[in-house]
């Protein structure tokens, strides 16, 4: 059984003698869930980001009609993306478009009622992608932040992002997390030329375009 408090209000306008009777309320616990059908998600930066899922009270589908919450991480609280009700099978559908590149957690939330308490299903992570022209080099010899560069060295070179920033990179299925090691490349329309390492770990061509969240 679960113990719900009554409101102050109602505790103030209880007749005299009858306080005890309102103090709290026992009802029958129904336990809610939230189940997602993803848990990460790799999007371009202005393409719709699609979450389906069910929602669950007492071990059947919720009713129709009952709204969830879409929130991203922001700090240390959540805040709100988008909304959307629930189906006749307890089935939903959130969208949202990010506009910038970046990562983001995000969550789904049911406000509850006295059914059952509020819940919230377990964290997503967005990966916010642009385009970035790409190119690779080899060899050896020194690079500009420090150390040197051989055949497993992992690493981009960028002309600009300050030296040991971490860039994720996305090329097809495959997406690797490296340093930025070295200055480079400086041919027009290239953002970021990567290690030999690097390549390998993409499974990049010679010239091409890559996902960076940077």
């Known amino acids: 059984m679960c113990v719900y408090d009554v409101p102050p209000l ?14 709290a309320t026992t009802l029958p616990c129904v336990t809610s869930e939230v189940r997602l059908r993803a848990r990460r998600l790799d999007v371009l930066a202005g393409e719709p980001v699609r979450l389906a899922g069910t929602l669950q009270e007492g071990g ?5 009609g009952t709204r969830v919450e879409l929130q991203r991480r922001a700090g240390r609280r959540w805040r709100e993306l988008a ?8 089935r939903f559908v959130l969208r949202f478009t990010p506009r910038r590149p970046g990562s983001e957690l995000l ?7 006295l059914s059952g308490p509020a819940v ?34 992992l ?16 090329y097809g299925e495959r997406t690797v997390r490296v340093p930025v090691i070295d200055r480079g490349p400086y041919v027009e ?9 690097t390549k390998r770990e993409l499974g990049f061509g010679d010239t091409g375009e890559v996902w960076t969240t940077s």
């Open 10 to 23: 109602a505790r103030a306008l209880a007749p005299a003698g009858l306080m005890s009777s309102v103090e």
């Open 60 to 64: 059947q589908r919720a009713p129709a």
């Open 83 to 90: 909304s959307s009700r629930t189906r006749g099978d307890g």
């Open 107 to 113: 969550r789904v939330t049911f406000a509850g009622g």
């Open 120 to 153: 919230a299903s377990a964290v997503s992570r967005v990966e916010v992608f642009r385009l970035a022209g790409a190119s690779w080099y080899g060899g050896g010899g020194g690079l500009a932040c420090g150390g040197e560069l051989t055949s497993a060295t």
């Open 155 to 170: 690493g981009v070179a960028n002309k600009t992002l300050p030296c040991g920033t971490i860039v994720t990179l996305r």
């Open 189 to 197: 329309g290239r953002e970021f030329d990567l290690t030999e390492a």
